[in-house]
């Protein structure tokens, strides 16, 4: 059923840029150092104190933008945004207006393609906190971008932030670090009547967490489909989501263009980009998500597999270094990463930050590799990774000193069978009366009394070929 309202949705993400010092300073662009120990007179706003721009900056805005599909600007200025508020100690802000880094790009998503009208780059504001204001956070460079009113929904809007947080990861230009704050948006709601004049949007401001995202759009659409349905107006303004409340709760009237009075930036002018620049900037951006899809798919990896592999860029990294060994298959390969590698890197995150990445990749592809010829099964696989990681060591000595070689043997494996079916002989009969469940649970018992060691599959068939040979011969005898 058609909704008798429709939501427009627009976002204006503000990403911090991977940056040694600071946007227009030589201060360290760094996180969680003790309230204000990273400052210099320049970033705080002490008069007399003149900015020069972080070149590097510039260049992860031109890869955002040209990551983005943007058209980069060969010209483009900075603007001052002048607004008072208690973190801006300047009483401006550097950033951008009408000349941006990057303008006219797209974000395409399954298929579907969402403009982007500008990425324009600026310097991060002071945070408020309990005892203060903490100035560690001013000039940090970052980037903002600003989306068309192209989202219906929250799970849109949603899927959109994940599919651009991926693209900055990937591409290098931050690393998106939602519970530091280094990935945030502003959400910009406006509700009307389909077929009616859209109606005033409202802005969530500073909004980070998916979750948070998504809730706050629903709670903005109830919100102001009720003052629709009362015959109330809806104010252009700016709230706040509360987060354990809930609900979003005003904080002022929206400003507009003019209340910000822009004016260029007079203590540096003009910024221009060679075409050489530009050329370089393109060549160094790395394989991105939607290129990346395509390229697992080709290796015979299903899309969903795929997917968990891209959503996690450790994950990812470690798989291709895996891939570039050219040693396992890729199918058996990224079945062991989505296994018993996400599961320890789940528990340890910073074990390859500390250890030889080379090494690991080296070990899990032997595993994969002996999975693959059938010398081990999927718990000895785990068993031999779980040794490997503890003490170190060859997976092909483990493999001897552990002796988890798979038995193939097939007089073994008979033997093994006819002991199992001769041990439960109910179980039999209820496969023999449509149960086929019992199968797992048979096989499981070979399994276990050969410690984990007989080839599960070959186990299988002789359960299955056993109890058929048994069946045709009850059947003559009858």
Known sequence: MVSEFETIIGLEVHTELLTETKMYCSCKNTFGKKENTVICPLCTGYPGTLPAVN?????LAVRAGLALNCKINRRFKMSRKNYFYPDLPKGYQISQFDAPVGENGFLEIKGKKYPISDI????????????GIDFNRCGIPLIELVTKPCFNSAAEAVDFLKELRLIMIY?????????RGSMRCDVNVSVHRRGEPYGERCELKNVSGFSNVYEGILYEEKRQK???????????????WDSQKKESVILRSKEKTADYRYFDEPDFSEITLSDDFIREVFSLLPMLPNKKRLYYASLGISTQVAEDIVIDPEKDRIFNECVDLNLCDAKTLSGLINGIVAEFLNAEPDYLKENNTDEFCLALCKIA??????????TAAKLLFENH????????????????????????????????????PKSVED??????????????????????????????????NRINDDSSQRGERN
């Not at 070149?55 to 260049?59: G, I």
């Not at 009720?226 to 706040?240: A, P």
């Not at 590799?369 to 999927?378: A, D, P, Q």
């Not at 199968?439 to 060691?453: I, N, P, T």
């Open 120 to 131: 324009h780059l600026e310097e991060d504001a002071g945070k408020l906190y309990e005892n």
């Open 389 to 424: 990681i503890a003490g170190g060591g060859d997976i092909d000595i483990l493999l001897k000193e552990l002796k988890l070689e798979q038995i193939s043997d097939s007089d073994y494996i008979e033997e093994l069978v006819k002991r199992v079916l001769d041990e439960n």
């Open 55 to 59: 070149k590097r900056a510039v260049e």
């Open 171 to 179: 591409s290098g230009v931050s690393d998106c670090r939602i519970e």
């Open 431 to 464: 496969y023999r009366k449509g149960k086929t469940n019992v199968l797992a649970f048979l096989v499981g018992w070979c399994m276990k009394l050969s410690e984990g060691k007989s080839d599960p599959v070959l186990c299988r068939e002789a359960v299955l």
């Open 369 to 378: 590799r002996l999975r693959e010829k059938g010398v081990i099964s999927s």
């Open 226 to 240: 009720k003052l629709i349905e009362e015959g109330k107006c809806v104010f252009r303004e700016t709230r706040r």
